[in-house]
């Protein structure tokens, strides 16, 4: 969901985010059927449940390369970061036991935001921090502590419960995966296949992944509930 480079778009890296779209927007419209009108799915576990997890793994993976070739990675996180705070008002309004309190709105802006700290690391420091971002993530999986104010670092306390929910740890790694990326493939700040022309559904979805996903959610519900009720 990052969309400054320091010079011309890069196709390959829009056509990547437009496929992350188009599998959320999948995963999303199998939560609204399952939640909304108890289709006999699942998407805690199995294929539905890594789907998701893969749309989700491949913007935070993209975020990470492009802050390596954005001109304002601080400023293009404080904006996501806000949606992300947006999303948790509207959310306590429609469910105060679920509402989202650190979803990857929130751990993507604040990735972006602190990617400065990171960006003068070699590609293999970075994966070093990776491995060690998982791993913390991993341990802090099984605690549980007594504060809320830990919830973005992965400490939950007992009975969490929320909407959404990517804490710093262990997907920090993820984004340090990307920057590691970018740092190694994409030194020139040019695409690797300046010969190929992706498609343009893909890269425009791409371009305006941002958009698409705070406005796809309820449009999805209008658009089932039309399904669903309209004869």
Same mark, same amino acid.
């Given at each position: ?5 320091k010079a011309? =778009? ?6 990547l985010r437009g496929?992350?779209? !188009?599998?959320?927007?999948i ?7 399952k939640?909304?009108? &108890?289709?006999?799915?699942n ?6 449940y890594?789907l998701?997890? @893969? ?7 993209? #975020? %990470?390369?492009?802050?390596t ?9 404080? =904006? ?9 008002? !509207?959310?306590?309004?429609?469910? +105060?036991?679920?509402? !989202? =309190? ?20 070699? +590609?293999? #420091?970075l994966?070093?921090? #990776?491995?060690?971002?998982? $791993?913390? %993530? &991993? ?6 502590? +007594?504060?809320p104010?830990? !919830? ?5 306390p007992?009975?969490?419960q929320?909407?959404?929910y990517?804490? $710093? ?10 920057? #590691? ?9 040019? @695409?690797?296949?300046?010969?190929v022309?992706?498609?343009q +559904?893909?890269t425009?979805?791409g371009?305006h ?12 519900l209008?658009l089932l509930?039309?399904?669903?009720h309209?004869?």
């Amino acid at each position: 969901m990052l969309n400054h480079y320091k010079a011309n =778009r890069l196709g390959e890296i829009d056509a990547l985010r437009g496929m992350a779209i !188009i599998l959320m927007v999948i995963f999303h419209t199998i939560v609204d059927l399952k939640d909304f009108y &108890h289709y006999p799915v699942n998407y805690h576990d199995g294929f539905w449940y890594y789907l998701g997890k @893969s749309s989700a793994s491949l913007f935070i993976f993209l #975020a %990470g390369l492009s802050a390596t070739l954005a001109t304002s990675p601080i400023r293009h996180g404080s =904006r996501i970061f806000f949606c992300g705070l947006a999303l948790t008002i !509207i959310t306590w309004f429609y469910s +105060p036991d679920w509402y !989202i =309190r650190f979803g990857i709105l929130h751990f993507l802006g604040i990735s972006l935001i602190t990617y400065p700290l990171v960006n003068k690391q070699k +590609p293999v #420091a970075l994966l070093l921090l #990776a491995i060690f971002a998982v $791993l913390l %993530g &991993h341990w802090a999986a099984d605690q549980i502590v +007594p504060w809320p104010l830990l !919830i973005p670092l992965g400490l939950l306390p007992d009975g969490f419960q929320t909407m959404d929910y990517y804490p $710093l740890f262990p997907w920090y790694g993820i984004f340090l995966i990307g920057t #590691a990326a970018g740092k190694y493939f994409y030194q020139s700040g040019t @695409s690797l296949f300046p010969y190929v022309a992706f498609p343009q +559904p893909l890269t425009f979805l791409g371009r305006h992944s941002l958009a698409i996903y705070l406005i796809h959610q309820p449009l999805l519900l209008v658009l089932l509930y039309g399904l669903h009720h309209i004869k």
